[in-house]
């Protein structure tokens, strides 16, 4: 079932989260119901609930009827936490030299 949703997700949500600068992450498939991580620009954007609803869900469960719910876990995304991480150095820097 993974290889199954990977191809639909690679097809059907993937090239409109990447026109926006994110990606999906298949996390678990377990009883009716997909766990997906947003990366990118997904990762922590106030419309994620928004695009599940629309864009995931609603591409995926009329393909596939033995999917009940589509959950959104959600993480901090690696390049996210780099570039906090840039920002603060530089404040830091900046507060230095004052």
């Known amino acids: 079932m993974n290889a199954k949703l990977e191809q639909l997700l690679d097809q ?3 090239p409109a989260l990447r026109d926006h ?13 997909l766990r997906l ?3 990118g620009r997904c990762a922590g954007c106030p419309a ?3 695009t599940n609803e629309t864009i995931i869900q609603g591409q995926l469960m009329p393909i596939l009827p ?4 589509v959950v959104l876990v959600h993480t901090v ?10 920002l603060m150095h530089r404040s830091n820097a ?5």
């Not at 995304?77 to 840039?86: G, V």
């Not at 900046?94 to 004052?98: E, F, M, S, V, W």
């Open 12 to 14: 059907l949500v993937r």
């Open 21 to 33: 600068g994110g990606d999906v992450e298949l996390v678990d498939y377990e009883n009716g119901i």
């Open 37 to 39: 991580r947003m990366l």
């Open 48 to 50: 994620a609930t928004m």
């Open 66 to 69: 033995e999917l009940k719910e």
């Open 77 to 86: 995304d690696d390049a996210l936490l780099d570039m906090a991480r840039s």
């Open 94 to 98: 900046h507060r230095t030299l004052q």
